[in-house]
Nanobody
Framework: VQLQASGGGLVQAGGSLRLSCAAS?????MGWFRQAPGKEREFVAS????????YYTDSVKGRFTISRDNAKNTVYLQMNSLKPEDTAVYYC????????????WGQGTLVTVSS
């Protein structure tokens, strides 16, 4: 499975961006991770593409929304009320049913939030 992330850019604090991640095939769970400069990569959100269950890290709850379009094998991350601390390279990832870890990763898209 290949993943193609897009939608990053420069936005002012309080603004919005929508990231997209297109997969070349159906996957069980798709997620978004991010890595800020000098920090480790962290989990942001995930969605089960079959059952719809969703998880968010606490810092984005109420601001970010993950959604899916199974017909397009695409997952979206709508990011609202962006803060400078959301600045990072965002990666989409996927894992298949039964897998314990994410085995597929996209190339990353940079999100920069200016204060």
């Amino acid at each position: 499975v290949q993943l193609q992330a897009s939608g990053g850019g420069l936005v002012q604090a309080g603004g919005s961006l929508r990231l997209s991640c297109a997969a070349s095939g159906r996957t069980f769970i798709m997620g978004w991770f991010r890595q800020a400069p000098g920090k480790e990569r962290e989990f942001v959100a995930s969605i089960n593409t079959f059952y719809g269950s969703i998880y968010y890290t606490d810092s984005v709850k109420g601001r970010f929304t993950i959604s899916r379009d199974n017909a397009k094998n695409t997952v979206y991350l709508q990011m609202n009320s962006l803060k400078p601390e959301d600045t990072a390279v965002y990666y989409c990832a996927a894992r298949q049913s039964g897998a314990l870890e994410y085995g597929y990763w996209g190339q990353g898209t940079l999100v920069t939030v200016s204060s």
